[in-house]
């Protein structure tokens, strides 16, 4: 999902993330996957709140990830793990403010645009008398 949201801007990511961390094109693109599917992680299991991503709050989308999880794939290095999210999220953020779409799209990853967690909870409210 975020992947698609990422769009456009896909090529000059994996770039800064090659020439910052000293990367190679496959280990760039792993880098990125992994990123990506943490902050989709974060936003379905709510402790990442997508309007953070909407808003461009950078600073406050960092703080709810562990991006230490990412060092491995940088030489165990925690500084490089952190610029290279800060690549990842700079992009993915550009990329939002640019798609008119980028609201219900990550609203589907909390439930919000019928995904998943929307029809789970729509069961659960007809199961409890709740419409």
């Excluded at 910052?20 to 709140?49: E, N, P, R, T």
């Excluded at 993915?92 to 980028?102: E, F, G, Y």
Aim: hydrophobic fraction near 40%; aromatic fraction near 2%.
């Amino acid at each position: 999902m975020l992947d698609q949201l990422l769009g456009s801007v896909k090529g000059n990511v994996l770039n800064d993330l090659t020439s910052k961390l000293g990367l190679s094109g496959d280990q760039a693109g792993g880098f990125l996957q992994k990123a990506l599917g943490l902050v989709q992680a974060a936003i379905a299991g709510g402790k990442l709140d997508a309007a953070s991503l909407l808003n461009g709050n950078l600073s406050g989308v960092m703080s709810k990830l562990d991006v230490s999880s990412l060092a491995g794939l940088v030489g165990g290095d925690g500084g490089k793990a952190k610029t290279g999210m800060e690549s990842v999220l700079g992009g993915l953020m550009s990329s939002i403010k640019s798609n008119p779409d980028a609201g219900a799209m990550l609203g589907q990853l909390t439930g919000g645009g019928g995904g998943v967690m929307g029809k789970f909870s729509g069961l659960a409210g007809s199961l409890f008398g709740k419409k």
